[in-house]
């Protein structure tokens, strides 16, 4: 089964443009590097929670929104290779000004056990 790389972050809601254009370059970096998939999700209707949230997950901000974002893999092995020549990659070298606070973003990545499609 493939395998997957989870991230939720915030981002100032002023800086989605600089935010996709960051994306796509990373996108295309990782579709060279063996990912299946990137997806990028833009909160549209992201509820505050009272006991926990993604919003209260990456501290959001009144002036930002929650991104939920994952990349589809072949295996771990495809992913782990991938992402050590995604950060040795010189275009992420030079997209040194992120467009959210890195401390924030919360990932992980997950062996898939159910794809239904």
Known sequence: M?????F???VPTARKDTYLHHATVAAEIFKEVGALEIVECWGDDVPEG???SFPMAVKRKEDETVVFSWI????KAVRDEGMKKFMDD??????K???FDGQRMIFGGFQVILEKK
């Open 72 to 75: 589809t893999w072949p295996s």
């Open 50 to 52: 009272k006991v926990t």
């Open 97 to 99: 000004d992120m467009p």
């Open 2 to 6: 493939s395998y997957v790389d989870g």
């Open 90 to 95: 010189p275009r992420m070298k030079e997209m």
């Open 8 to 10: 939720v972050i915030a």
